[in-house]
């Protein structure tokens, strides 16, 4: 019963972020196809790529998290950006304005990145990072340091 459950709710949160949340799922299978000479896995619905070079990115049914981690941190992003998977399930489309490009700021432009290393400001910190922390400790009920 236990695997049934968990079968049907990987059905269900494939289908909607196959309606739902259609654009960063396409999106994501754009960057999945690029991605094919990387290893992949099943993730809690999810498909987990694991790629050198980034930190880690989520859009829609796809998951890609940085393999040249130590310490765990490759599995810690993982759940990390499965928590922005859950945000995609919530906003549908919304997710590609509410979400993608506050993210993509606030990793990648110096301004912030200066600002975090100056202030000591975690990068988990900001809103949409925070947000996607809850929600992952909340349905896999495990995370990453804070730092």
């Known amino acids: 019963m236990k695997k049934l459950l968990k079968t049907s709710s990987y059905i269900?949160?494939?289908?909607?972020?196959?309606?739902?949340?259609?654009?960063q799922t396409i999106a994501g299978l754009v960057y999945f196809l690029i991605s094919l000479r990387f290893p992949h896995e099943f993730y809690h619905g999810a498909v987990l790529t694991r790629r050198s070079g980034i930190g880690g990115v989520s859009l829609g049914l796809f998951i890609f998290a940085n393999d040249d981690m130590t310490d765990g941190r490759s599995d810690k992003i993982a759940v990390h950006e499965f928590g922005h998977t859950i945000q995609s399930l919530i906003l549908g489309p919304l997710y590609m304005l509410a979400v993608v490009p506050e993210s993509m700021l606030w990793c990648a432009l110096p301004v912030f990145k200066k600002?975090?290393?100056?202030?000591?400001?975690?990068?988990?910190?900001?809103?949409?990072?925070?947000?996607?922390?809850?929600?992952?400790?909340?349905?896999?009920?495990?995370?990453?340091?804070?730092?």
């Open 12 to 23: 269900v949160y494939i289908i909607i972020q196959c309606t739902w949340g259609i654009l």
């Open 115 to 147: 600002l975090r290393h100056e202030k000591n400001i975690s990068y988990y910190s900001f809103y949409t990072e925070a947000w996607a922390d809850r929600l992952a400790e909340k349905t896999l009920g495990s995370l990453h340091d804070k730092k």
